[in-house]
């Protein structure tokens, strides 16, 4: 189990991102027991309407993980198989998401492209 105080924050910004439902979802397998086998979760992003999509957001997948103990069961897969498709049903044009080298194949499979000419800066 992962310590710090961060866990403590990231669980309520978790919860309330949640709370509404133009800003986030996670799709989760249940293990029972407080425990959980997988799980996907994204936030819609707003995005402004262009020519080519009047469509409101651009969704960003962050936080997918299979307990090794319940990976190559198709968990990950049908998990971010779901939150695609609330994504899509939500009115997102685009989908994107950071790949583990773990996650690279899954993706593919998916229909996930590599994005360029996109490019990101981490502030310090
Ligand atoms: C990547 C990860 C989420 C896959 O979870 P999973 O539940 O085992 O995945 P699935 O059972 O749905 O597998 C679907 C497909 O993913 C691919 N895959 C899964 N694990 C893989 C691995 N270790 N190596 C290569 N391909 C893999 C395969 O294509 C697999 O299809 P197959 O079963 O037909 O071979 C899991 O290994 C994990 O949590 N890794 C650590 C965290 C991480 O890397 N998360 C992704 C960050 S973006």
């Known amino acids: 189990m992962p310590t710090g105080p961060w ?11 949640l709370r509404d439902p ?4 996670a799709f989760v397998v249940d293990a029972g027991a ?3 086998a997988a799980c996907a979760m994204g936030l819609l992003l707003p995005r ?10 651009n969704g ?3 936080t997918v993980a299979t ?6 069961r198709g968990y990950a897969r049908a998990t971010i198989s779901a939150l695609m498709g ?4 939500r009115g997102c044009k685009r989908i994107s998401l950071a790949s583990s080298p773990e996650g690279e194949p899954l993706y593919t499979s998916l229909g996930f492209t590599r994005d360029a000419p996109r490019m990101s800066w981490r502030v310090r």
């Open 34 to 36: 407080g425990r959980m």
């Open 22 to 25: 133009n800003r986030a979802a």
């Open 60 to 62: 960003d997948i962050s």
């Open 86 to 89: 609330w994504m899509a049903a």
């Open 7 to 17: 866990v403590k924050e990231c669980e309520e910004a978790i919860a309330s991102l």
């Open 67 to 72: 307990d090794p103990e319940f990976r190559r």
């Open 48 to 57: 402004l309407p262009g020519p080519d999509s009047g469509k409101p957001f």
